[in-house]
Nanobody
Framework: QVQLVESGGGLVQAGGSLRLSCAAS????????MGWYRQAPGKQRELVAA???????TYADSVKGRFTISRDNAKNTVYLQLNSLKFEDTAVYYC?????????????WGQGTQVTVSS
């Protein structure tokens, strides 16, 4: 059983910053990708940023230069630093953990944390 526990969401003014954290526990494959997705009302869930065990990062174009993803492999924890927040960053942010093992893909989600940016 894998569990993801997120923290760090909240209400912030435009231009402000937040830091999200997500800690994974359970039986986790050593080579994996952890990331953050977000879903705004009426929109599809979209990838925000992800980082592999080896440190390779991926960012959505809309957050490049403003958000930074990092991870602590020893703690199975991923962080997302959100800077220069915009109203359109308002969404529920979901932590994701994924890996491929013996040809099968495993994906796990956190419960979501609300980020609200006031204009």
């Amino acid at each position: 059983q894998v569990q993801l526990v997120e923290s760090g969401g909240g209400l912030v003014q435009a231009g402000g910053s937040l830091r999200l954290s997500c800690a994974a526990s359970g039986r986790i494959f050593s080579i994996n990708r952890m990331g953050w997705y977000r879903q705004a009302p009426g929109k599809q869930r979209e990838l925000v940023a992800a980082v592999t065990t080896g440190g390779t990062t991926t960012y959505a174009d809309s957050v490049k230069g403003r958000f930074t993803i990092s991870r602590d492999n020893a703690k199975n924890t991923v962080y997302l630093q959100l800077n220069s927040l915009k109203f359109e960053d308002t969404a529920v942010y979901y932590c994701n953990l994924a890996w491929t093992q013996v040809g099968s893909e495993f994906r796990y989600w956190g419960q979501g944390t609300q980020v609200t940016v006031s204009s």
